[in-house]
């Protein structure tokens, strides 16, 4: 099985998945992708931030 190595290889994967998605009419589920990689930023930025601050995301209790 492949894993992407990082944040950034695993963006790029998601958005060509959701070219691929659009190009063959899977309308759906290139909505999820689009959805995916809205969600996929957003942890970024969460994993940055709490970085930042010093926190473990694992401790994150939300």
């Given amino acids: ?3 992407p190595e990082d944040n950034e290889q695993m963006f790029e994967i998601l958005a ?17 992708l689009d959805d995916a990689l809205v969600l996929l930023r957003t942890e970024i930025r969460r ?16």
């Fill in 16 to 32: 060509e998945l959701r070219v691929y998605a659009a190009m063959n009419a899977f309308t759906n589920l290139a909505e999820e």
């Fill in 1 to 3: 099985m492949y894993l």
């Fill in 47 to 62: 994993q940055e931030d709490l970085a930042g601050s010093g926190c473990h995301p694992s401790m994150d209790k939300r």
